[in-house]
Nanobody
Framework: QVQLVESGGGLVQAGGSLRVSCAASDRTFRETAMGWFRQAPGKEREFVAAISWSGGTPYYADFVKGRFTISRDNAKNTMYLQMNSLEPEDTAVYYC????????????????????WGQGTQVTVSS
């Protein structure tokens, strides 16, 4: 029911900033929890951040260390990940996901909890 399309990836220098976006089809978007995952070459897909229906309960992976901010604009059917102080280790394909079954205040953290996935957007950080 939900289609997700990531955008905003690109090449940035270490220490720079980048904002990636995830545009969702408008059907049931407001009542879906949303999350970001990433996968680097040769590594497993890992959790980055997630946000509840309301947008008021974000959760971040430890490696974020305060550098990233997840947000959503339900009126625009879009989720964002603002990434600051980027490091080469952040280089990966970033995927957005939606969980249509999450309770209102729940923040899903695991891939199996999500129902829909985008195609990914490449983020490359050079040193």
């Amino acid at each position: 029911q939900v289609q997700l399309v990531e955008s905003g990836g690109g090449l940035v220098q270490a220490g720079g900033s980048l904002r990636v976006s995830c545009a969702a089809s408008d059907r049931t978007f407001r009542e879906t929890a949303m999350g970001w995952f990433r996968q680097a070459p040769g590594k497993e897909r890992e959790f980055v951040a997630a946000i509840s229906w309301s947008g008021g309960t974000p959760y971040y992976a430890d490696f974020v260390k305060g550098r990233f901010t997840i947000s959503r604009d339900n009126a625009k059917n879009t989720m964002y990940l603002q990434m600051n102080s980027l490091e080469p280790e952040d280089t990966a394909v970033y995927y957005c996901a939606a969980d249509k079954d999450a309770p209102f205040s729940y923040v899903p953290r695991y891939p199996f909890e999500y129902d829909y996935w985008g195609q990914g957007t490449q983020v490359t950080v050079s040193s």
